[in-house]
Structure formats: structure tokens, C-alpha cells
């Protein structure tokens, strides 16, 4: 308040400062103000003063010191026990300065005031203070801020005081808060709302997670992080968490926006923007850098082979996370199919335990055959195993086929384990006439189907009469049978 107010230091003045976390540039402006400069830490019920540094240039990094003579400090976990070098965990306090307790308050007094296991000395305490800190390989503490700020996210125990110590270690950072915020989609991520002392250049968001993503692991590097010329205050002074404003796509590690190309791409881009609740997503874009993490990753594995009717794995995800990659990736591995399976049309939509198998075969155009019956599966038992005949990119054969029955008889060439076993067979569309020709050419070779279903067709020779209400109510009844 003094600086702000114009106070312009004095060259004969030793300076304490406590009371709170200490940030950069208050730091930097006090040792260049002050003669000597003294960082000082210590709650009241240790006798205010419990460690200190002094802070001789601008190049010293902050910490909380060392402990003053007769005081001990000890670092530990959630069981008690002693956290080693470079690790988080509650500080306590001990020593001289130590307090008897609260006045008439002795459950609190129990509850705070603890003995000190690791004393040689019999009846000595410590003081739990709620903060987190660790210890740095100099001997020095490193604040990292209260221990009500810990959070479960995914199954990880987070301390948003180390992620916030970690970005506020980056030069063009002033100030930091971190917090756990739900997107649009209900996810719980990690924001960081940064005051910035320097230019961050023209993408911010990236330079502040490959930054961070030096030193934490990948579930502590926040999604999004929000820049703003100040944090909002309440009226008495502190930080309103309540009142930082949501992130936007701007906060998100987005690269310059380039369309998708193609419909794999884009069909990709809508998965994208479904699971991480972005308006938009580009060809050039990275998953991760959106928000997305190991849960979503599974999530995005399942929507992109049950829509595509691929069989994309998770260590294709991580080798290709850019949009235009993954989509190259899939069309390579389509074609790799065509070009070497004798089996070009199949396609594995789900594979479950169930003994009957279902066959759904391609709409009219072809493509698309897991996005086409998408809707179908989800209603089905998990247990269903579900194989797709696609329609084959005709840019990759000779020539289709020239009429239903041969397309009939090759798709009943390529089905040959499957109809040896119980089996389903479903047509939607112009894939009815299809489902109908295998039906009729499978009976004679007698291997019958135990269903043969029409979707929106029917075949040539039999007339839309037959569509009528007990048609449909035999139909709804067959399929709720599969749906368990």
C-alpha cells in the first residue's frame, strides 16, 4: 500500500514482510527500495516469527527461508510421515515459540496442537499450520499456500498451491491462482487465472503449459489459463475467487483455426467438440491442448470407432492428438484394410460375448457404417457383438459390384465364420434389398439368419402393405429382446 501510495523507500530501512504469500514483483520493488529485505513466516500460535529469508537481489528465488533458532519445522504427509526433498506437504512447527494452546478450546487445542513423533525429546509438540510447503535441495522452504486448497480430480490428489508455484516461477508471471471449475460439459479441469508482468507472446496459453508441463505431470498442468490485467478484490482486499470469469476458447491452447477438410475430419472435429465442450474445433487444433486427458481419451476411442466404424486404439490417439493427424491416420489405416484384408467390407463395430451375432449392413451411398447404426448399438446389450459391412471406397477397387445379388454374395463370401454361427441380419435403407438378397441366397446354402430386419425398406417384390402397425410393433418387440 505504501509503494502504491508513492512511497519511494529509504537506503537506511531493513524491511520485514509477512502476513502473507510474497509475490515477485512486491519483492523485487522492496529489495531495490530497502537496505536489507527479510521474507518472514510464522502463524501467531508459534509466536509470529517461525522461519525467515533474507532477499538480497532480484535474481534470489522466493522461499520461506529457514527456521529461527530453538524452532523446528517438519514437513509431512497425509499419515504423518516425513515428506523428503522437493515434495509437497503440511507444515508443522515446533520448538520455543510453540503456544500451550487455545484458551478453553481443548478439542481445537487437540486437534492442531500434536506431539512430535520425531522428537528425541519426550512431551515435545507440533503445530499443524494448514499451509503446504517443501523442502529445496539449498535447505530453503518453498510456500506453496493452504492445505484446504488440496483437490481430488480423476482420482488424483492435487495441490493447487504447487501449480500455482510452478507458473508463478515462469519470469512473465505476477500473480497466480488455480482452481477446479466445471466446463459446459459438466467436466471438472484445472483453470489458471494469471496476472502477467511481461508479454507472453502471441500464444500465451501454450507457453504457460509447456512451462509448467517441465516440472508437474500431465494431470496437474491446467486446461485452460485465463489472463487478466488484475485480480478481482473483495472489500476487504483478498482475492474473490467467485468472481474470476469463465474461461472462454481463447484460455484453451488453441492454434491458429484452419477448417477441417473431409468428412472424416470433420466428423472427427464434431466428436471433438461434443467431449470437450468447444464451439469449434480446427484441423490444426491438439487434443490435449483442448482439455482433454486419459478419461476423455477413452471416451474420444469409443465415439471415433463406434461413428467411423474403425478400430482406433489409444496409442494412436497418442501418437497422432492433432486433429489432421488423426484423421490421416484413419484413412491410412482404412485403406491398409481394403488393400490387404480378403475381408475389405467388415468392420467391427463392437465386440462382445453374446452368441448371436448382429450383421448391420451400409445404407445407400455407403461409408459411414458406424455412424449410420450408432443410435442402434448404444440401445443394444454390451454384450452384443456387432459387425458392419461397409460400403468399400470405390476409388480403392476396380469396379463395384454390378448388382445386388453379386453384392450379396460376396458380403455372404466375407461372412462365412460369422454365419456358421447364430446370427442377425440387419438392412437399412437401400442396405434392406441387400439383407434381403444374403437372406434368401443363405437359406439355400442353409445357413438362415435367426432374423432377417428391415430399416426405412422393403424388398422389390413385396409391397409397402406389409409396413403397418403390427410390422412395427413386431419389429420395436424383436429389438427390445436385443437390448436385454
Known sequence: MMLEAGWQGSPQLTALCGGEALDRELCNRLVCATRRFWNMYGPTETTVWSTCQRIEDVDTPI?????????????????GLLQPVGVAGELYIGGAGLARGYLWQPELTAERFIPDRYSEEPGMRLYRTGDLARWR?????????????????????????????????????????????EDRTGEKRLVAYI??????????????????????????????????PAFPLTPNGKVDRNAMPEPDLTSLATREYAAPKGHVEMALAEIWQQLLGVSRVGRTDHFFELGGHSLLALRLIEGINATLGVEFALRDLFANPVLSQMAKQLTAQDKKDVATSDRP????????RSPVKLVCIHPGGGGG???????????????????????????T??????????????????????????????GWSAGGLIAYEMTRLAMKNGCI??????IDSYPHTVTRCLMNAKFEWNFTNFFSGLAG
Open 195 to 228: 496476472v502477467a508482468n511481461a508479454d507472453l507472446g502471441t500464444s500465451p496459453v501454450a507457453v504457460l503449459r509447456a512451462h509448467a508441463s517441465q516440472t508437474l505431470p500431465e494431470f496437474m498442468v491446467p486446461t485452460a489459463i485465463v489472463t487478466l
Open 369 to 395: 457404417i458406424g455412424e449410420a447404426y450408432a443410435p442402434l448399438i448404444g440401445a443394444l446389450s454390451k454384450e452384443m457383438d456387432v459387425t458392419g459391412i461397409s460400403a468399400v471406397d470405390l476409388d
Open 63 to 79: 522461499s520461506i527461508g529457514t527456521p529461527v533458532a530453538e524452532t523446528t519445522v517438519r514437513i509431512l504427509n497425509g499419515q
Open 345 to 352: 467390407n467388415l468392420v467391427h463395430l463392437r465386440r462382445g
Open 397 to 426: 477397387l476396380t469396379r463395384p459390384e454390378a448388382s445386388v445379388p453379386e453384392i450379396a454374395a460376396n458380403y455372404l463370401h466375407q461372412l462365412s465364420d460369422i454365419i456358421q454361427t447364430p446370427w442377425i441380419l440387419v
Open 137 to 181: 535441495r539449498d535447505g530453503t522452504i518453498e510456500y506453496l499456500g493452504r492445505n484446504d486448497h488440496q483437490v481430488k480430480l480423476r482420482g488424483f490428489r492435487i495441490e493447487l498451491g504447487e501449480i500455482e508455484a510452478c507458473l508463478q516461477a515462469h519470469p512473465a508471471v505476477r500473480e497466480c491462482i488455480v482452481m477446479v471449475r
Open 449 to 454: 439368419p435367426l432374423g432377417t430386419l428391415l
